[in-house]
T-cell receptor, first 112, second 114 residues
C-alpha cells in the first residue's frame, strides 16, 4: 500500500460547481497536511496548510482532515475555469527533518 | 522579489553528458529539496539538504549528485548514470529544518536528453 493515495482523475466539472478532492494515507504519524495547486508546466504553489484534524477555510477553499479515517479533503466552492490545474496533497510527520510525502495529484478541469 | 529561481527553464542534452540544474533561493530558508516529476508519477524526492554542507538521499538518488556549499544554492547534477533523465525537475525550500514543512517551489526545469 502506498503511503498516500490520490485519485488522478481527470475530474471535469461545470463552472460554479463545488469540487471535492481527496487523499487517503496509511501512516498515522502524519500530522501536517498541505494542498498544492500546479498549473501545466509550472511549479506547485501552496494553497492550504493544516495541522492535525479539523477544518480550515480560505476564501473559496476549505481543507478538511479526518485523522481517524486517515482521509483529507479539499473543497472548492464556486469553481472557476482558472481553478483548472492539478491538485497535489502532501503530508509530513511531526518529527521534523522529514520531507513531504506527495500524492500523485488530481487533474481538474472547470468548464465554462 | 523573494523566491526560488531555477535555470534554465528548458534544457537539452545528448545522452552520456552530465548536466547541472541550478536552484537559488533568497528566502533565507534552511532546507532545500530536489524532486523529479514524470507524467502520472507525482513528485519523487531525489535529494534534500537541511543545512549547508549536508544533504541526504531521497527515494530516487541513483544517477544524481548535489552540493550545498551556500545556504542560497542547491545545484543538482544529472549524471550519465541516470537511466531515464528526461523529466521535469523541481527545486523547493522550506523555512525551518526542524519542521513543520511548508515547502515553496521554483518554476521547474524541463530536461530532455536524446
Amino acid at each position: 500500500q502506498k503511503e498516500v493515495e490520490q485519485d488522478p482523475g481527470p475530474l471535469s466539472v461545470p463552472e460554479g460547481a463545488i469540487v471535492s478532492l481527496n487523499c487517503t494515507y496509511s501512516n498515522s504519524a502524519f500530522q501536517y497536511f498541505m494542498w498544492y495547486r500546479q498549473y501545466s508546466r509550472k511549479g506547485p504553489e501552496l494553497l492550504m496548510y493544516t495541522y492535525s484534524s479539523g477544518n480550515k477555510e480560505d476564501g473559496r477553499f476549505t481543507a478538511q482532515v479526518d485523522k481517524s479515517s486517515k482521509y483529507i479533503s479539499l473543497f472548492i466552492r464556486d469553481s472557476q475555469p482558472s481553478d483548472s490545474a492539478t491538485y497535489l496533497c502532501a503530508m509530513s510527520r511531526n518529527s521534523g527533518n522529514t520531507p513531504l510525502v506527495f500524492g500523485k495529484g488530481t487533474r481538474l478541469s472547470v468548464i465554462a | 522579489d523573494g523566491g526560488i529561481t531555477q535555470s534554465p527553464k528548458y534544457l537539452f542534452r545528448k545522452e552520456g553528458q552530465n548536466v547541472t540544474l541550478s536552484c537559488e533561493q533568497n528566502l533565507n530558508h534552511d532546507a532545500m529539496y530536489w524532486y523529479r516529476q514524470d507524467p502520472g508519477q507525482g513528485l519523487r524526492l531525489i535529494y534534500y539538504s537541511q543545512i549547508v554542507n549536508d544533504f541526504q538521499k531521497g527515494d530516487i538518488a541513483e544517477g544524481y549528485s548535489v552540493s550545498r556549499e551556500k545556504k542560497e544554492s542547491f545545484p543538482l547534477t544529472v549524471t550519465s548514470a541516470q537511466k531515464n533523465p528526461t523529466a521535469f525537475y523541481l527545486c523547493a525550500s522550506s523555512i525551518d529544518r526542524t519542521g513543520p514543512y511548508e515547502q515553496y517551489f521554483g518554476p521547474g526545469t524541463r530536461l530532455t536528453v536524446t
